[in-house]
């Protein structure tokens, strides 16, 4: 097992992109494995992180671009990791999410990505090829932001050993105080159920959550949490998205 830092031994296992948009019966995900070297000929062992990290990242207030955010809301919400796992809000961050990517043996991270497919479509994209291809097509500056931070965790050979990025193509992203259209949001399940597998995989100890989240403990405050700000969100009247009145009359008085 190669400690981050270190060059990994020349034995490489490649996985191409997924696109997951079938039932769940008919997914496969590759089992993440590295070289281990057994004399002359190496050995490919499963790996279990010491640390593992799920992040998301984007705005949840600019609808679909809220994806990551409410993924990791979701898996906070339903399930209990073990102690080596850390779930972060990683918002818009960019550059401050240095230290939580250096500082990880396997790094989960969701995310709203332009592939140009279908809405709601699931991608995923594996270890090195993940900085590549988020700056193949941004969509917003917290993209180019967190492109970044993989690069740097690449130069400073701080990038964790194992990453995963779930990726979903979004549908509206230009409704400002806007939620995830129906078609993001039932990906998400699909998305969570992913994510939980792989943490398993890992060796995170997923488990149904048992004990009721303190006031402050989760990671997206209650006023923001989907369930209210889907609840409490204003007409586009009373939020003056189209423009108020009261500073744009129509005419102005002498």
């Given at each position: 097992?190669?400690?981050?830092?270190?060059?990994?031994?020349?034995?490489?296992?490649?996985?191409?992109?997924?696109?997951?948009?079938?039932?769940?019966?008919?997914?496969?995900?590759?089992?993440?494995?590295?070289?281990?070297?057994?004399?002359?000929?190496?050995?490919?062992?499963?790996?279990?992180?010491?640390?593992?990290?799920?992040?998301?990242?984007?705005?949840?207030l600019?609808?679909?671009e809220g994806?990551?955010?409410?993924?990791i809301?979701?898996?906070?919400?339903?399930?209990?990791?073990?102690?080596?796992?850390?779930?972060?809000?990683?918002?818009?961050q960019?550059?401050?999410?240095?230290?939580?990517?250096?500082?990880?043996?396997?790094?989960?991270?969701?995310d709203?990505?332009?592939?140009?497919?279908?809405?709601?479509?699931?991608?995923?994209?594996?270890?090195?090829?993940?900085?590549?291809?988020?700056?193949a097509?941004?969509m917003?500056?917290?993209?180019?932001?967190?492109q970044?931070?993989?690069?740097?965790?690449?130069?400073?050979?701080?990038?964790?050993?194992?990453?995963l990025?779930?990726?979903?193509?979004?549908?509206?992203?230009?409704?400002?105080?806007?939620s995830?259209?129906?078609?993001?949001?039932?990906?998400?399940e699909?998305?969570?159920?992913?994510?939980?597998?792989?943490?398993?995989?890992?060796?995170?100890?997923?488990?149904q959550?048992?004990?009721?989240?303190?006031?402050?403990?989760?990671?997206t405050?209650?006023?923001?949490?989907l369930?209210?700000?889907?609840?409490?969100?204003?007409?586009?009247?009373a939020?003056?998205?189209?423009?108020?009145?009261?500073?744009?009359?129509?005419?102005?008085?002498?």
């Amino acid at each position: 097992v190669h400690a981050p830092g270190r060059r990994a031994p020349a034995c490489f296992l490649f996985f191409r992109p997924l696109i997951f948009s079938g039932p769940p019966a008919m997914r496969t995900i590759p089992s993440e494995v590295t070289c281990h070297p057994s004399g002359d000929t190496p050995a490919c062992i499963p790996v279990k992180p010491q640390t593992i990290v799920a992040l998301g990242i984007g705005n949840l207030l600019w609808a679909d671009e809220g994806f990551g955010v409410r993924c990791i809301e979701a898996l906070q919400r339903r399930y209990e990791f073990a102690e080596h796992v850390s779930l972060i809000d990683g918002g818009t961050q960019g550059l401050y999410l240095i230290q939580h990517v250096q500082s990880a043996d396997a790094l989960l991270i969701f995310d709203a990505i332009d592939y140009g497919l279908e809405p709601g479509t699931l991608r995923l994209i594996r270890d090195d090829a993940v900085p590549r291809f988020m700056g193949a097509k941004k969509m917003s500056l917290h993209q180019t932001g967190f492109q970044e931070v993989l690069s740097l965790a690449q130069l400073t050979e701080k990038y964790p050993a194992q990453v995963l990025l779930i990726g979903c193509q979004p549908q509206e992203l230009e409704d400002y105080g806007g939620s995830l259209r129906p078609v993001v949001k039932a990906a998400l399940e699909e998305a969570v159920a992913l994510g939980v597998e792989q943490i398993e995989r890992w060796g995170g100890q997923p488990a149904q959550r048992t004990t009721q989240l303190g006031g402050r403990e989760a990671v997206t405050l209650e006023e923001l949490a989907l369930a209210a700000y889907e609840t409490q969100r204003p007409t586009p009247e009373a939020a003056c998205r189209e423009g108020d009145a009261r500073f744009f009359p129509a005419t102005l008085e002498n």
